[in-house]
């Protein structure tokens, strides 16, 4: 089934699951078959009109809607694939979105019932849920996501301060390239973790370098409110992008 986003079918899909009506939705997946299985091309309050299926829609931003949990599990059961993906440019699945929304009750629903956490195709480099959240600031998440079995790259473990795992990928052969090491330390910052900041930077981290966003890891600080993490940077002299002018 291929519903508009304005078909009245999809729209009463979208509202039960955005207003935790489970009952609702229980009853238009029971007269209307495939509906579970379908998609909706476009999304009730997203800009973005690819296809995405009702999982999507149950994680899509802002997320952390009503009975989340219960409308998850009552659209696998109706055969939503967990691991489903949107087309487009950003294949992601909808624990790729539960993630981008901090919805740690949705995250944990979708991983009980088989979804792959380390699937491909964010839009953060088309990594895994991981790198959506931690990229995002969604913290909660990132760290359900660890403590359920999420690997983490260097830059992942840096945002989130995991030393332990900072360090091991020091000890082994080849090290992190030096690019590497800066887009971490860009993380830590953004993380406010700055036992992991010093670390990177006592590793060749560049201090001033400017990030895609457009911001240096003392502006990063700042957005993330790391307050602690952007007064020491700057006193060691850390730079904003427009003072590198």
């Not at 009506?21 to 078959?33: A, F, M």
């Not at 900041?197 to 502006?219: F, I, K, N, Q």
Request: proline letters at 6%; glycine letters at 12%; charged letters at 20%.
């Amino acid at each position: 089934m291929d519903l508009a986003q304005d078909h009245p079918l999809a729209r009463a899909a979208s509202e039960a699951i955005r207003s935790g009506d489970v009952e609702s939705l229980k009853n238009l997946i029971k007269d209307n078959p495939g509906l579970a299985t379908g998609t909706i091309r476009g999304a009730p309050n997203s800009c973005d009109t690819i296809p995405r299926t009702l999982l999507h829609v149950a994680t899509d931003w802002p997320g952390n809607f009503p009975n989340g949990a219960a409308t998850i599990a009552a659209l696998i059961e109706a055969g939503a694939g967990v691991n489903a993906r949107i087309t487009g440019p950003h294949p992601e699945t909808p624990l790729h979105w539960a993630a981008s929304c901090d919805d740690v009750e949705v995250l944990d629903a979708l991983l009980d019932r088989g979804a792959d956490m380390e699937a491909p195709g964010a839009v953060i480099g088309g990594g895994t849920p991981l790198a959506d959240a931690v990229a995002f600031g969604q913290w909660r998440a990132a760290r359900r996501l660890v403590e359920r079995g999420a690997l983490t790259g260097l830059w992942q473990a840096a945002a989130l301060g995991l030393m332990d795992r900072v360090k091991d990928h020091f000890n082994g052969k080849p090290s992190p390239a030096p690019s590497e090491v800066t887009k971490a330390f860009r993380c830590a910052c953004h993380g406010g973790q700055r036992g992991a900041a010093e670390y990177l930077l006592s590793h060749g981290a560049d201090m001033d370098w400017v990030g895609y966003d457009g911001l240096t890891p003392v502006e990063a600080a700042r957005r993330s409110d790391a307050r602690e993490v952007a007064d020491w940077l700057r006193g060691l002299g850390a730079k904003t992008a427009v003072e590198l002018r």
